[in-house]
């Protein structure tokens, strides 16, 4: 049965301290070994990674089938968020940085739409994803805190190559001008001047 999300996020936790735990082994060799059966491994998944996205682009491109098996195909195994990082890791990922991160603006647009905010790419840079935060001005602080955590992880699960996601709040909008009454505009005046 395949793991849920969660779990695989998991198991990425447990094999990054793995790795951290080998290359701290004492014996040079046995290091060097295990290293270069670790490389060896992750080429092999990395080229069976690249033939899996070879099938389902030829796929997309060939003849119609009228139902969208194709497509479907590419878009499940992009969906995939376990796949997605592999594809990530090994440079094969189809979608540009930027596009998934508006794809994870999109995504978490409805639960910012819930409570009157909105998200916008700024742009990026490097590493950093600006992203202009629009709340109502009925938001509270701690609610406010919620859209910009859920903004932050959203992108980052999208692009984990995004170090940092910066958060900007949107300047308010001006508050309507109030007219002057005409009769506040001779109020001080001499009773001359009237």
Same mark, same amino acid.
């Given at each position: 049965?395949?793991?849920?999300?969660h779990e695989a996020r998991e198991h990425v936790a447990r &094999?990054?301290?793995?790795?951290?735990?080998?290359? &701290?082994? #004492?014996? /040079?060799?046995a290091r060097a070994h295990a290293m270069e059966a670790l490389q060896a491994l992750v080429e092999l998944?990395?080229?069976?990674?690249?033939?899996?996205?070879?099938?389902? @682009?030829?796929a997309s491109r060939g003849p119609a089938t009228g139902d969208g098996e194709d497509i479907a195909l590419m878009k499940a195994l992009l969906s995939d968020e376990l796949v997605s990082h592999l594809l990530l890791?090994?440079?094969l990922h189809p979608d540009s940085v930027e596009s998934r991160v508006r794809q994870a603006l999109e995504d978490v647009r409805p /639960?910012? &739409? @819930?409570?009157? @905010?909105?998200?916008?790419?700024?742009?990026?840079?490097?590493q950093v994803a600006q992203v202009r935060l629009h709340a109502s001005g009925n938001s509270c602080q701690s609610s406010a805190a919620r859209l910009e955590l859920a903004?932050?992880?959203?992108?980052t699960r999208a692009a984990p190559e995004i170090a940092e996601?910066?958060?900007?709040?949107?300047? #308010? #909008?001006?508050? #309507?001008? &109030?007219?002057?009454?005409?009769?506040?505009?001779f109020r001080g005046r001499p009773a001359a001047a009237r």
């Open positions: 049965m395949p793991w849920e999300d &094999t990054e301290q793995l790795l951290a735990r080998l290359e &701290t082994l #004492p014996d /040079n060799a998944y990395g080229e069976c990674l690249d033939r899996v996205m070879g099938h389902a @682009a030829s890791v090994h440079d /639960n910012l &739409t @819930a409570h009157g @905010a909105d998200a916008e790419l700024l742009g990026l840079e490097g903004v932050q992880e959203a992108v996601v910066r958060v900007v709040a949107a300047e #308010p #909008p001006p508050s #309507p001008q &109030t007219l002057i009454p005409v009769a506040d505009l």
